[in-house]
C-alpha cells in the first residue's frame, strides 16, 4: 500500500469549508484512497473513499489529482463536531487497514 | 441493524489474568478486524480475518489470540494480560469489496492493574 503523508494538525472556522490535504506519491493505478475520522473516543468513521474520478456523498467531497499523487477531503461547512483526527490510506487490497497518524482538526467557533 | 457490537464497554483485570473481548456484526460482513489504541496514540492492527475460519497477525499481534468459527464473531483473547495491554480496543468490519468501508465498533476501554 502507498505511503500517505498528512499534516499533523489543521485549524478551521466554524461554518468555513475545511481542506484536509493528503499526499499519496507512490500510488499505484488500482490502489483506491480512502478517508476515515476519529472523533475523540470513539470508534473510526469511514467517510468516502474514489480511485480517479472526484466523489461526493453527505459527508464530504474528495477531490484527487488528475495524476493521483495527492487529494484533498473538503468538509464543506465545517462545524465544530467536525472536530476529530481524519486520516486518509490508500490501499488496494482492503483486508488488512492500517492507519497513519492523521491530521487532527480543530474546528474553532 | 446493530452494527459491531463489543463487550464488555470496560473491563478491568489484574496482571496475569486472561478473558476474552467479544464482537459481533450483524451486517454480514465478510472481513473483521480488532484494534488497540493506547492513550493519545495511533490505533494499531492486532489480527483480522477474511472469513469464517481465516485469520492472520497484524501490526501488534503478541499476547493475543484470536478465532473465527462464524461469519458474525470475531473474539479476541488476552492469554495473560500485562500493565502493557491496558489501551482501548476496536473492532471493525467490512463486506471485503473496495467499495465500502470498515464500519467500527465503540469500543472496550481495558485497565491491566
Known amino acids: 500500500d502507498a505511503k500517505t503523508t498528512q499534516p499533523p494538525s489543521m485549524d478551521c472556522a466554524e461554518g468555513r469549508a475545511a481542506n484536509l490535504p493528503c499526499n499519496h506519491s507512490?500510488?499505484?493505478?488500482?490502489?483506491?484512497v480512502y478517508w476515515y475520522r476519529q472523533i475523540h473516543s470513539q470508534g473510526p468513521q469511514y467517510i468516502i473513499h474514489?480511485?480517479?474520478n472526484n466523489e461526493t456523498n453527505e459527508m464530504a467531497s474528495l477531490i484527487i489529482t488528475e495524476d493521483r499523487k495527492s487529494s484533498t477531503l473538503i468538509l464543506p461547512h465545517a462545524t465544530l463536531r467536525d472536530t476529530a483526527v481524519y486520516y486518509c490510506i490508500a490501499m488496494y487490497n482492503t483486508d488488512k487497514l492500517i492507519f497513519g497518524t492523521g491530521t487532527r482538526l480543530q474546528v474553532f467557533p | 441493524n446493530a452494527g459491531v457490537t463489543q463487550t464488555p464497554k470496560f473491563q478491568v483485570l489484574k496482571t496475569g489474568q486472561s478473558m476474552t473481548l467479544q464482537c459481533a456484526q450483524d451486517?454480514?460482513?465478510?472481513?473483521m478486524s480488532w484494534y488497540r489504541q493506547d492513550p493519545g496514540m495511533g490505533l494499531r492492527l492486532i489480527h483480522y480475518?477474511?472469513?469464517?475460519?481465516?485469520?492472520d497477525q497484524g501490526e501488534v499481534p503478541n499476547g493475543y489470540n484470536v478465532s473465527r468459527s462464524t461469519t458474525e464473531d470475531f473474539p479476541l483473547r488476552l492469554l495473560s494480560a500485562a500493565p502493557s495491554q491496558t489501551s482501548v480496543y476496536f473492532c471493525a468490519s467490512s463486506y471485503g469489496d473496495r467499495n465500502y468501508g470498515y464500519t467500527f465498533g465503540s469500543g472496550t476501554r481495558l485497565t491491566v492493574v
Open positions: 507512490t500510488i499505484s493505478g488500482n490502489e483506491y
Open positions: 451486517m454480514n460482513h465478510e472481513y
Open positions: 474514489g480511485l480517479k
Open positions: 480475518s477474511v472469513g469464517a475460519g481465516i485469520t
